[in-house]
């Protein structure tokens, strides 16, 4: 079962952010299926680190958009996704020290951000880029 279906309230009118925002949900709900079946510490690890340098590298390319566009909320849409990546690495280290992975946890965390975040964040960025 899929963790984060694409719906076109998730685009932003930008072919380049848009392949990428599909692309990071494909990559999310393949690695929530890893996870679940994940037998070693360092295949978690693997998985979740795989997730946060990509949603990274996706929000360079949105930030690098964002300020060549002199975007007026940048600031608010960066610090958004500093929180997301946060969390993630918080998690991240909590299963590192731990040894304890919470599926649901993550799963509620990237569900919430993606569903908040397009509606929120990416939304208002689609009207200016588009």
């Given at each position: 079962m899929a963790?984060?279906?694409?719906?076109?309230?998730?685009?932003?009118?930008?072919?380049?952010?848009?392949?990428?925002?599909?692309?990071?949900?494909?990559?999310?709900?393949?690695t929530h299926e890893k996870l679940l079946g994940a037998e070693s510490p360092g295949?978690?690890?693997?998985?979740?680190?795989?997730?946060?340098g990509r949603?990274?590298?996706?929000?360079?390319?949105?930030?690098r958009l964002m300020r060549e566009k002199?975007?007026?909320?940048?600031?608010?849409?960066?610090?958004?996704?500093?929180r997301l990546l946060d969390d993630i690495r918080e998690i991240m280290d909590d299963y590192e020290d731990k040894a304890y992975f919470d599926e649901q946890q993550?799963?509620?965390r990237l569900h919430a951000w993606f569903s908040r975040h397009f509606q929120d964040?990416?939304?208002r960025l689609h009207r200016v880029l588009a």
């Open positions: 963790l984060i279906n694409w719906s076109e309230k998730f685009s932003v009118g930008v072919r380049s952010v848009d392949h990428e925002h599909r692309e990071l949900i494909e990559l999310i709900n393949a295949a978690v690890l693997e998985f979740m680190g795989e997730i946060y949603i990274a590298a996706h929000f360079a390319l949105e930030e002199n975007y007026p909320h940048y600031a608010e849409h960066k610090t958004d996704h500093e993550l799963a509620e964040h990416d939304a």
